[in-house]
């Protein structure tokens, strides 16, 4: 993943001033968006009637949780719901009709979950992605563009169609107020902001 987020930061400099990438669209947001369990994110687990069995984990870096009665459930790549579905289903060993609920208490999330922000942002980041989020929700988020930022040649690369490169206009949304430069981002996200030559 290193690699190839060092290759297109290498592709937007050579790229310079004159970029071919289109504008991003401005509508992004996935109506039947949930979200996806990763390592790192911390897992309330509530089995009802069954306090002893309710407990709150950690996704370890394997992807795997393991719960009171339940040991190295993979967690990773599945939605809450689904995972509250697989925990019943191993409980039944045990219990007779388990009801069991999955909340994310803080989310780690994997790769697909996040929005990264490169380059000359004033605090560059990895964000955990949230439904209708936008460029300026990110970029207050990073803190805004550094006195060295050329804003308007950002690229903002989406993962969601197979790393496709789209302009965007920071410095038109943050400095001039152009709320017609703010584009919704997506999880997979990975904004790249270059220096400016003068």
């Known amino acids: 993943m290193f690699r190839i987020l060092v290759a297109l930061l290498a592709a937007v ?4 001033c004159a970029s071919s990438n289109p ?3 401005v509508k992004a947001a996935q109506p039947d968006y ?11 687990i509530v089995v009802w009637r069954n306090p002893e069995l309710s407990t709150s984990v950690p996704v370890r870096p394997d992807g795997r ?36 609920t ?15 922000v490169l380059g000359q942002a004033v605090k560059p980041a990895t964000l955990p992605y949230r439904q209708n989020m936008t460029l300026l929700d990110v970029m207050i988020s ?5 006195d060295f930022a050329a804003g308007n040649r ?24 152009d709320v017609g430069a703010n584009v919704q981002v997506l999880p997979g996200d990975v904004i790249i902001i270059p220096e400016s030559w003068f």
Request: glycine share 10%; charged share 20%.
């Open 13 to 16: 400099v050579v790229a310079g």
């Open 23 to 25: 504008p991003a669209p």
């Open 154 to 177: 950002a690229v903002l690369i989406r993962a969601a169609e197979n790393n496709k490169a789209y302009n965007v206009r920071l410095a038109d949304l943050i400095k001039r107020g």
């Open 65 to 100: 949780i393991t719960t009171p009665l339940v040991e190295d459930m993979v967690a990773q790549g599945k939605n809450p719901s689904e995972l509250a579905r697989e925990i019943e289903t191993a409980l039944k060993k045990y219990l007779q009709d388990p009801v069991v």
């Open 34 to 44: 949930k979200y996806i369990i990763g390592p790192g994110d911390t897992l309330n």
């Open 142 to 146: 990073v803190g805004g563009l550094t």
């Open 102 to 116: 999955v909340v994310v208490q803080n989310f780690g999330g994997g790769n697909s979950e996040q929005v990264r």
